[in-house]
Structure formats: structure tokens, C-alpha cells
């Protein structure tokens, strides 16, 4: 089968990426991390003129090159792309002025923010984790440089910060943003070797896939909603709420009755919340028919009659009122969409959501009850799961960060379901990711 070289289809483009092509070439990205989203977007590149990988660093270049192409890159442009595993070295290159930060390790995440920053570098930051854990100050230091420190659009982070952007340009109270997931409560508890029923696969199956199964336990044990609404909190100044994320259930239909504050007859404690929302009833094995699992949503108030008549009249989602209206995006579609981030950084020298204050922490609770020595293992793994806090709880009770819970070991012991905190473990060695954390805390941390 062939395929067209990227720059030889001719394409309607924006009129300011159009002229940016004609002046200055296509944009110059350099991916960090070749895995499932990296991959997503490589697929996108025979079929996108305005993009050139400038270079793919990967910690097993062969994966990488096995990677681009099982998406169908040619064989020219593979010949042509340089691959290598040192992240630092591919941020030098005068070729690449757009990084692609994927891979999803926080300290690493945190290594190449900086040194994009300090290459003068838009990065865009598939890497969630690695913002939830020191953002505010990433995105501050890109700032200070002159350049562009983004969330990846495709990430529901993005596209929940993009829904609420809009209902606040209109005018409009944003009540709750946040996305749908599949969840029930011994969800926390799961361990990586549990994952594979959820999904519908042996782990066989995965393993043939290339399926991490610590990362994809994440997805299910609670811990990746919780980062990602931590994320988006820390963009768009939501709120968190006391107890972190309650997981209401309920469908798309119903997300203005359900999500508004408890005096209204909703469910939260407070106006203005990111929440996420479970595709199912509590204990139910069907979702619901019109579940939000892969999609978005912000929920936001009429000011005032006239408004309120509109919603009506334009047959907008609302609650038995009236007055609370919801909007969604059922879908997202990770890596495929990553190129808008791309564009919006390099041409037009925006952001597609960027984290600005402390908000929200992810942070680390015992899956089961903990014995002293035990070693943590890390985000989806079988020793804790991560909960979303409001930063000054966080803060208040020196939480250890879901981020930094890997390879320390604990020096008391912890009941399942109990709070980690950073006086818990040994091993928190001071190291660029622990400083970057630290400094953060010591800007943004005085509540």
C-alpha cells in the first residue's frame, strides 16, 4: 500500500497556518515518548502538510521506529526522521521548536519542561501527571522565557478547559466541568493484575497489544480522573471539592439536574466544581444508555430569564428548572487531536489549557493495609491510588503526592483507605522533580 508524502496534498488550511507554511515551512515537533498517544499522533503526520517531526526520542528507539511504522509512515519518511533516547539532546536541536512531552513519567515530564524553557521551546504536555505534580511552576518558567506551556488537546483536560473558557466568554457561571469514566467503588482497591477483565481482555491479549497494565489500572483505580481534575482545576481556578471527586451517576441527559449545588437539589457542596461523572449506577454491570465514559462536559447557569428562555427555546440539556444548562463533547480522541495543540503554540502562540494556580493535589491513599517496608509502587500500582484534595488540605497535611509515591519505603504502617503523608516514607531524595514540587509548594502554597 502507499502512502502520500506529507507535504505533497494540498490542503484548505487556516489562513494563518496557510501563511506560516508559505513563509516558514511546516511546524517543527519533537516527540519525547513513542507509546499509545505518541503513536496516535505519528498516524496523523502522512496526512498533515503543516506538521515535520524534526526528531523522536524514545527510550527504546527500535520500539519507536517499529511504532511509526505499524501507523503507516513510508519508508522515505522514516529513512528521514532522526530517533534517538535522549530527550535533552532532541529539545537542543535548532530543528524542533515544538515538543511533544509523552511519556507520562512525572520526573522526566518535569526535566524536559524546563528544559524547553530554557531552549526557548513551546512544549505541549501530554504528560498530566508531570503538571499535576509541579505545573504552576512549569508553565510559569515557560512564560518568563517567552514560550508556550500547553495541555494536549485530545486529553480531556484540554477540552474541558476549552468548555469552560466558552461559557465563561458568554457570560455564563460555570457550576461544574469535568468528564465521564467507568466507576464503582472497589475500583480503588484494584490491583495491575485485575485490570484486564474491566477491559474485556486476557492478559495475553494485552500483553501481545503492548498494554501496560499499571498504566491502564490508573484509568480504573480512580487515580488518572483525579489528575486530570487536578489539571484542569489548577487551569481554570474550579474548585475542588472537600472530599475530592464523588463520582455522581448519571448520564449525559441528566448532568444539569444532577450536577449543581445540594440547594438547588444537585449534588454539590458548592457552585463552580470539577466533578467526574460514572457511567453506570453504583453496583450495576450496564451504563447507562447515554453515558458520558469517553466524553466531557461543563455545566453552567442562565443569569437570567431571558437566558433561561433561550436555553429552552433552543432545545439546550437542562434541569427540571430551567435555569442549569449542560453542554458535552461526547468523545476525545487523545493522540489523533494532538496537532491542534501543536498549531496553537507555534502559530498562534496560545495555549490550549495551562496550568496557573494551585487548586487541586493528587495524592496518595493505601490500597490495602500497609506493612512497614513496604515499597510504594507508583501511580496504578498495588499500594495506593490517587485522590484529589483541595491544595490547601494537601499542604495543611503534607500529603505525599501520588507523583513522587514510587520507590519509597514506608517507615510506619498504613490502614487501607488512610492518607500517605510525605513523614510516612523514606527515600524522598531531593532531585529535580522533588525540588520542582517543593519549590512550587513554597510559591503557591501559602493558603
Avoid at 23 to 35: D, Q, S, T
Avoid at 116 to 134: F, P, S, Y
Avoid at 152 to 163: E, H, R, S
Avoid at 212 to 236: L, R, V, Y
Wanted: proline share 6%; glycine share 12%.
Amino acid at each position: 500500500m502507499s502512502h502520500p508524502h506529507p507535504h505533497a496534498m494540498p490542503r484548505r488550511l487556516p489562513p494563518a497556518l496557510a501563511g506560516r507554511i508559505e513563509n516558514k515551512g511546516p511546524i517543527g515537533v519533537g516527540l519525547i515518548g513513542a507509546g499509545k498517544f505518541g503513536s496516535m499522533f505519528l498516524s496523523q503526520v502522512p496526512t498533515s502538510p503543516h506538521i515535520r517531526i524534526a526528531a523522536i526520542a524514545d527510550l527504546d528507539p527500535a520500539r519507536a521506529r517499529a511504532a511509526v511504522a505499524g501507523v503507516g509512515w513510508p519508508d522515505d519518511l522514516i529513512a528521514a526522521t532522526p530517533f534517538g533516547d535522549d530527550g535533552h539532546r532532541l529539545i537542543a536541536d535548532d530543528a524542533v521548536e515544538v515538543v511533544v512531552e509523552a511519556t507520562g513519567n512525572p520526573a522526566a515530564g518535569i526535566a524536559h519542561a524546563r528544559a524547553a524553557a530554557r531552549a526557548g521551546k513551546h512544549i505541549v504536555m501530554v504528560n498530566v501527571e508531570a503538571d499535576v505534580l509541579a505545573g504552576p511552576l512549569l508553565a510559569a518558567e515557560a512564560r518568563r522565557a517567552g514560550c508556550v506551556y500547553s495541555m494536549a488537546w485530545g486529553d480531556q483536560p484540554a477540552l474541558v478547559c476549552d468548555l469552560v473558557d466558552w461559557a465563561r466568554v458568554c457570560g455564563f457561571e460555570v457550576v461544574a466541568a469535568g468528564k465521564g469514566t467507568r466507576y464503582q467503588p472497589q475500583y480503588h482497591a484494584l490491583a495491575p493484575e485485575e485490570v484486564w477483565s474491566h477491559y474485556g481482555l486476557t492478559a495475553a491479549q494485552a500483553r501481545a497489544a503492548g498494554m501496560n497494565p499499571q498504566m491502564f489500572n490508573s484509568f480504573m483505580d480512580g487515580t488518572k480522573s483525579a489528575i486530570e481534575m487536578a489539571a484542569i482545576a489548577n487551569a481554570t481556578g474550579l474548585a475542588v471539592a472537600s472530599d475530592g471527586l464523588a463520582f455522581p451517576a448519571c448520564g449525559s441527559g441528566d448532568l444539569a439536574n444532577v450536577l449543581k449545588p445540594k440547594g438547588d437539589g444537585g449534588v454539590l457542596e458548592a457552585s463552580g466544581l470539577v466533578e467526574v461523572v460514572a457511567s453506570a449506577p453504583r453496583g450495576a454491570a450496564e451504563e447507562f444508555r447515554d453515558h458520558l465514559r469517553w466524553g466531557v462536559y461543563v455545566v453552567f447557569r442562565a443569569p437570567n430569564d431571558y437566558a433561561k428562555a433561550c436555553f429552552h427555546q433552543y432545545g439546550l440539556t437542562t434541569d427540571d428548572s430551567g435555569q442549569y444548562a449542560a453542554l458535552t463533547r461526547p468523545h476525545h480522541l487523545i493522540g489523533l487531536e494532538l496537532g491542534v495543540s501543536v498549531v496553537k503554540a507555534a502559530v498562534y502562540g496560545e495555549a490550549t489549557g495551562s496550568s496557573r494556580d494551585w487548586v487541586g493535589d493528587v495524592v496518595a491513599v493505601a490500597k490495602r493495609d500497609l506493612a512497614v517496608g513496604t515499597v510504594l509502587d507508583g501511580e496504578g500500582g498495588r499500594s495506593a491510588w490517587g485522590k484529589l484534595m483541595p491544595a490547601a488540605a494537601s499542604a495543611g497535611s503534607r500529603a505525599l503526592p501520588i507523583g513522587l509515591a514510587h520507590g519509597l519505603r514506608l517507615t510506619r504502617p498504613i490502614a487501607a483507605g488512610s492518607l500517605i503523608s510525605e513523614d510516612d516514607v523514606s527515600g524522598l531524595d531531593e532531585n529535580e522533580a522533588v525540588a520542582a514540587r517543593r519549590a512550587m509548594v513554597a510559591q503557591l502554597g501559602k493558603f
